[in-house]
């Protein structure tokens, strides 16, 4: 850690016996909900994090079970992620309201994104907050010739450039360019970063505790006489923390509330836990952005790979990012997108079925060009890489996170089920073809793109093979422990439209697990808009 930095942490012995509301979880949205709930100082507030603060040069801690990757420390997820800031389109949200999520439509999340929001580039009026503390920017013009090349073939088949695309009003198709949670200083604004920095930390110390390196064992639950639940605190490590009469807990993901008692009554009883509240969907309905990957030789000055084969490139690199801030070290390796309904597409992969367009209001597939090999397989480090990364946005299968024991610290057995409904199988089919309409566009620009990995041919026999190959998850998990009704025939829900669990009094969950279905996009604002939206349920509540 910097060594005069002193971050104001809170020890096990030095907590409160209570407290006006505890955050169990210090993840994206944790960081967020600890902020807006603290920032009244008559309020009493527990952050608690499992996993370091982890300011310094080393990465926080990787969980890595089966390839799926979350950040343990404060932060969460965006200390490790590629810092891509995405909302969504509004038809998103409006789906949800459309189904019965009151409150959760698109004017009602948009101003929770503004609020957040300090945009460095784009001031759209009314679309881009610029006076919130979370950072974003674009990184200027493309760093890869391969992406203005494909920004070129894209609009040659018929996909326009979208010069914002988090604005409210662009069309559901296009390719355009990505922004990123970078400061004015080229650093990673990460959500712990941006809403709990040394200064804010210091000025709260009083009303708010940060520990981290804790685990909660449990929610602690009480049943009343008349057999009403109420969330009462949490068991710490070597101690408890409760919260106040009219206080509240928010909890992160489901590890804490089935441990607690509260999830699937038969699965809870295989681990010789006490069921506090039969809640089935605790767990269940794990979905995630299924990718595969095409990949291309290209000159080796253009590729990513040239940091590690070529000293020079890589000491040219380093200078421009520690004297301007600029460059190939900035971070992200991925800097466009490119968005579509595969209805739109032809039997070969073109859009030429723009006339369907108006008709569809979401895209379900999202092409990522990569200046390197975007899949998991060993790859030869002799050749330039370049890659498309097929992204499935809304998938239909559906998988299940499980407790493997009672004990808090043994990992969750996480099954994703990818592919297991064949209904997946027909737009990834059709995202492969564009990528390769897209491949031959650039050929014929004169980009040289010489084929390493794509399907035999394009029949859907060799496409479902490939499919099945080379595949990789993009690390958007969500949903399990959604919000919907609790018999909700999409695979019921467990917590209603405050965010709160069945059944159990003051107790919320605020994270990526509560989306009724993931996003067609990446989740990282989503997830600060949700704890946004949260912390502001939860002082409404207060005041009533």
Not at 316 to 325: A, M, N
Request: neutral net charge; aromatic residues 8%; contains cysteine.
């Amino acid at each position: 850690m910097w060594p005069f930095d002193c971050y104001p942490e809170a020890k096990l012995d030095d907590l409160f016996e209570q407290y006006d509301y505890i955050v169990a979880g210090g993840g994206t949205a944790g960081c967020v909900l600890a902020n807006r709930l603290s920032a009244d100082t008559s309020n009493t507030v527990l952050l608690i994090e499992r996993g370091p603060r982890a300011d310094s040069w080393a990465a926080p801690e990787l969980g890595r079970p089966l390839l799926l990757f979350s950040g343990g420390a404060l932060g969460g997820t965006s200390r490790i992620n590629q810092m891509l800031y995405s909302r969504g389109l509004p038809a998103e949200y409006n789906s949800w309201a459309e189904d019965g999520r009151e409150g959760w439509g698109w004017k009602d999340m948009e101003p929770y994104f503004i609020k957040s929001e300090r945009a460095l580039d784009l001031k759209g009026e009314g679309i881009h907050g610029t006076d919130g503390e979370w950072r974003n920017r674009s990184l200027g013009d493309f760093q890869f010739k391969g992406f203005n090349e494909a920004v070129a073939a894209s609009e040659a088949v018929g996909l326009p450039y979208i010069p914002d695309i988090n604005s409210p009003t662009h069309p559901p198709f296009g390719c355009g360019r990505l922004y990123f949670t970078i400061d004015e200083k080229s650093k990673r604004s990460s959500s712990y970063h941006a809403f709990l920095p040394t200064s804010l930390a210091r000025a709260r110390r009083k009303n708010l505790h940060i520990c981290t390196n804790a685990l909660v064992e449990k929610v602690d639950v009480e049943r009343l006489p008349d057999g009403r639940c109420i969330a009462r605190g949490v068991t710490l490590l070597r101690r408890e923390a409760r919260t106040r009469r009219r206080g509240s807990m928010s909890a992160q993901r489901e590890r804490s509330i089935s441990i607690s008692g509260i999830g699937p009554s038969e699965h809870l009883k295989e681990h010789g836990i006490a069921v506090v509240k039969d809640l089935p969907a605790v767990g269940s309905n794990l979905e995630d952005h299924f990718g595969v990957s095409v990949g291309f030789f290209i000159p080796m000055k253009d590729s990513l790979l040239s940091l590690r084969t070529q000293p020079l490139r890589f000491l040219i690199e380093l200078i421009k990012y520690i004297i301007w801030g600029s460059g190939w070290l900035l971070g992200p390796v991925l800097q466009l997108a490119i968005f579509a309904n595969s209805r739109m597409l032809d039997a070969t992969g073109k859009p030429t079925r723009l006339e369907n367009a108006s008709e569809e209001k979401l895209p379900d597939i999202e092409i990522m060009p990569m200046a390197y090999a975007s899949h998991d397989e060993p790859t030869p480090m002799d050749r330039g890489m370049f890659s498309f990364l097929n992204v499935l946005l809304h998938p239909k299968s559906k998988g299940t996170l499980r407790l493997s024991s009672s004990d808090p610290r043994a990992p969750l057995v996480i099954d994703p089920r990818y592919l297991s409904n064949p209904d997946d199988y027909v737009p990834l089919r059709a995202s492969l073809k564009l990528s390769l309409r897209l491949r031959d566009e650039m050929r014929a620009r004169g980009y040289g793109l010489e084929d390493w990995l794509q399907p035999q041919s394009e029949s859907d026999t060799d496409l479902d093979d490939y499919i099945r190959r080379y595949n990789r998850t993009t690390y958007h998990y969500s949903s399990t422990c959604r919000m919907a009704p609790k018999d909700d025939l999409g695979g019921g829900g467990v917590v209603d439209d405050e965010l709160r669990v069945y059944d159990i009094e003051n107790l919320r969950v605020a994270d990526t697990s509560i989306l009724p279905r993931v996003l067609g996009t990446h989740l990282q604002a989503p997830a600060v808009a949700i704890g946004e939206k949260c912390a502001d349920m939860i002082l409404s509540s207060k005041r009533q």
